[in-house]
């Protein structure tokens, strides 16, 4: 426990801070992003906190936010008056079960160290801990033990996403990153359980995006849905200069759980996409988004139980390890801890018994009531078997399905998150030869290859127009975007829009970049008979909605969910080189692989936490698949397996995968 902040940090980061009041941006370290701790102004007009700027410039020569070049002896100390509005902000005391006081930032030391009976107290249990004499004394009831999260207040601002609410183990949780703080666990070794007093946490906002032209696209690319391992619908990518861009507060990674009031937290991808197809001049989203680890203060209102209903649930674990399958968070508006998701395959699904939005009360006997997912998690963590839930429900909120309904993630969802070192960068080796493996994966889809002969004149165009290419960014085969009415593959009908084109006249596409492809289908075009080689994409759901039609005001790309069925020898691997320090973790989570009940799914990147080493080196993205750990293919594996694998690389991992472009909406 730091002295001077009275938080849990690594002894080389930042300090640590519960804010009274939302921090101008201004004032922000857009590296760690909290307020800044020794500002230091570059020449090109960023503040960066001392700390973090330094560790960036070891690894690179840049400006973080404008990339301009840029060393650190070009650096220099902000204003005098700039760092005293810093130390002015004003702060909690972290110890808020027993010290209510604020006071400016500047002095919160002198206040831990001889004002504070929190602070007081938890060096007094400290050292009772230490001392064998005293252990067989017991506290009351009222008193919090120093190994729970409950001790200094967890900074968190709206809601807080658990670690240890993913279905499988959390992979090594450290940080050499200056400014952010520890989720809620920790790797440690066998029988150690100490946590980490600090949060990952993400908040739960409410968007609203205006559009003048009502049909103009969003300009963001989605993953997942209920009908794939990811469960949720995640924002893989923002486009530049889009309606999406231009609002400025959504961002890749983000989870869209409502759409116009509509709950898509548990829909297919095709229906949500329609969903965010919808033309109109005014869009509402609910998006749940990773703050990496937030100084803002916790909410105490108070709710009242009326009409409401108290439920009691048991959960009975195997071991001490085991995980529940529970997600947590936090809510901007009300006091507690909600169950935000319920992983499909984890205890809690199965049992059946607890429902999404549940409000926490107590388990085992311990008052959540104004308590913190992190606390919640460690004594769900530190129980040996029976886990007994008291929660509170509103009338009307119904159960989720323990198997398919609103599982937003499966039984081998794991989460490697964690706050990441200085990043990283290295170029991605591209493997020609592309990554044979073996896959089954075609959920609600499935390629069937097809062969067509056309007779023609000389001079008449095939009447097709074409995407992808092997330069494009994801490494995409050469696909159909249109067939016009005017050419001899329309008179045809065989050739349909979203067809993957894989020869002509015996000459093979599936490796050619777009303009060789073009080239090549001109060139093959001028005689007087074409053969072309195609794979057509089916739908096996005939109740998904239709969004093949052109819809006005889009254009035309395939759905991220139909690249999935596509046969392995089309994927275009690449290679991911992530480094990290010993005490880092890398900073995605997964979910997917094999299981018996659904045999052999590919893995995929659900999460990646800002910060992280992950976060900072910007290849990885949320819906890729990996196929390959360090050369070792990932097909066949459970996620207790690739798990280990991940942990056993202490500073380098090599990341073989499959990058399908998402769905534009």
Known sequence: LCCECGQFHLLLDNHLYNFQDEVDDELICHICLQPLLQPM???????????????????????????????????????????????????????????????????????????????????????????????????????????????????????????????????????????????????????????????????????????EDPEEELGMRIVGGKDTPLGNIVVQEVLRDSVIAADGRIAPGDHILEVNGVNVSSVTHCQAVSFLRHPGPVLHLMVLQEKGFSSKTAQQDSTSATNREVIHVTLIKRDRSEPLGIKLIRKTDEAGIFILDLLEGGLAAKNGKLSRNDRVLSINGQDLRQGTPEAAAQIIQTTESRVNFVVLRQPGVQLSDPVEDGSTSNNSSSS????????????????????????????????????????????????????????????????????????????????????????????????????????????????????????????????????????????????????????????????????????????????????????????????????????????????????AVNGVPAIGMSNSELIPMLKEQRNKVTLTVVSWPGSLV
């Open 416 to 627: 490697s998150s964690s706050n990441g070192g200085s990043p990283v960068h290295h170029r991605r080796r591209l493997d020609q030869n592309h990554y044979r493996r073996k896959s089954n994966y075609q959920k609600g889809y499935i390629s069937h290859e097809k062969t067509v002969a056309i007779k023609k004149e000389p001079k008449e165009s095939l009447g097709i127009t074409i995407g992808g290419g092997r330069d494009n960014k994801n490494k995409l085969p050469i696909y159909v975007t249109s067939v016009q009415p005017i050419g001899c593959l329309f008179r045809d009908g065989r050739i349909k829009r979203g067809d993957v084109l894989l020869s002509i006249n015996g000459i093979d596409l599936t490796h050619l970049n777009y303009y060789e492809a073009v080239s090549a289908l001109k060139s093959n075009a001028a005689s007087h008979s074409v053969i072309l080689k195609a794979l057509e994409i089916l739908s096996l759901n005939s109740t998904e909605p239709s969004l093949d039609i052109k819809e006005q005001g889009f254009s035309w790309s395939p759905l991220w969910i139909t690249w999935l069925g596509l046969p392995s020898y089309l994927h275009c691997c690449q290679d991911i080189v992530l480094s990290k320090g010993n005490l880092e973790s890398w900073g995605f989570s997964i979910v997917g692989g094999f299981e018996e009940s659904k045999g052999n799914q590919p893995f995929f990147i659900k999460t990646i936490v800002p910060g992280t080493p992950a976060f900072r080196d910007r290849k990885l993205k949320c819906g890729d698949e990996i196929v």
């Open 41 to 211: 102004d570059t020449p090109c007009g960023h503040t960066y906190c001392f700390k973090c700027l330094e560790n960036f410039m070891q690894e690179y020569n840049f400006c973080p936010m404008d990339r301009k070049k840029l060393s650190f002896q070009q650096c220099h100390k902000s204003s005098l008056l700039v760092r005293n509005l810093l130390d002015k902000l004003i702060v909690f005391c972290p110890f808020k079960a027993e010290c209510q006081q604020t006071m400016q930032r500047c002095e919160l030391e002198a206040h831990l160290q001889n004002r504070c009976p929190g602070f007081k107290k938890y060096r007094s249990e400290l050292q009772r801990k230490k001392n064998p004499i005293s252990k067989g004394k017991e506290d009351p009831p009222t008193k919090v033990e120093t190994n729970t999260l409950k001790d200094p207040e967890v900074p968190s601002g709206g809601s807080s996403l658990v670690a240890e609410s993913s279905a499988a183990a959390v992979v090594s949780l450290g940080t050499a990153e200056p400014g952010l703080v520890n989720p809620a666990f920790e790797e440690t070794e066998e029988g150690e359980n100490l946590p980490q007093r600090t949060s990952l946490v993400a908040e739960t906002t409410t968007i609203e995006i205006h559009r």
